[in-house]
């Protein structure tokens, strides 16, 4: 009989991402392009990574260009392979297992143009513990 899936909270996937921050961490290498306002972002998860992802500032979408991931939320899950595209929801942490060597690109407007990986990272993410104090998502706009 298969089990339901219970999503889990941003507080329980924080508490994952402290525990396995405990152990040594794998390479996962990074890759920006930009094109005429804007932004994609590729990273490469080796299989068998267990992962979080960052709190993003707006809706933005995910691409598998090659893999299988798992990836679950305050929102739900899903697992996706190679060629399916994802909302990545504003608000929302994320918890990943790579089921195979995988690569996904995130793509984000970038009217600016901005080039400078720390003013990107500060433009398109939202610190972790502002993210747990604001259990509504909208009350964290209103200052960002």
């Given at each position: 009989?298969?089990?339901?899936?219970?999503?889990?909270?941003?507080?329980?996937?924080?508490?994952?991402?402290?525990?396995?921050?405990?152990?040594?961490?794998?390479?996962?290498?990074?890759?920006?392009?930009?094109?005429?306002?804007?932004?994609?972002?590729?990273?490469?998860?080796?299989a068998?990574?267990?992962?979080?992802?960052?709190?993003?500032?707006?809706?933005?979408?995910?691409?598998?260009?090659?893999?299988?991931i798992?990836?679950?939320?305050?929102?739900?899950?899903?697992?996706?392979?190679?060629g399916?595209?994802?909302?990545?929801?504003?608000?929302?942490?994320?918890?990943?297992?790579?089921?195979?060597?995988?690569?996904?690109?995130?793509?984000?407007?970038?009217?600016?143009?901005?080039?400078?990986?720390?003013?990107?990272?500060?433009?398109?993410?939202?610190?972790?513990?502002?993210?747990?104090?604001?259990?509504?998502?909208?009350?964290?706009?209103?200052?960002?």
């Amino acid at each position: 009989m298969p089990t339901e899936l219970v999503a889990p909270t941003i507080e329980q996937i924080a508490g994952i991402e402290n525990f396995i921050l405990q152990f040594p961490q794998v390479e996962m290498p990074i890759a920006n392009e930009f094109c005429n306002g804007l932004y994609a972002r590729t990273m490469f998860i080796p299989a068998g990574t267990i992962l979080t992802g960052a709190v993003h500032r707006s809706d933005n979408f995910m691409l598998v260009r090659v893999g299988d991931i798992i990836v679950i939320s305050p929102d739900g899950g899903a697992r996706l392979k190679t060629g399916e595209m994802h909302i990545s929801k504003a608000g929302i942490k994320r918890l990943g297992y790579a089921v195979q060597d995988t690569l996904i690109t995130t793509f984000h407007a970038n009217p600016q143009n901005e080039t400078d990986n720390c003013k990107l990272w500060d433009m398109y993410t939202v610190d972790l513990q502002d993210a747990i104090e604001c259990a509504d998502f909208n009350a964290i706009k209103g200052y960002l």
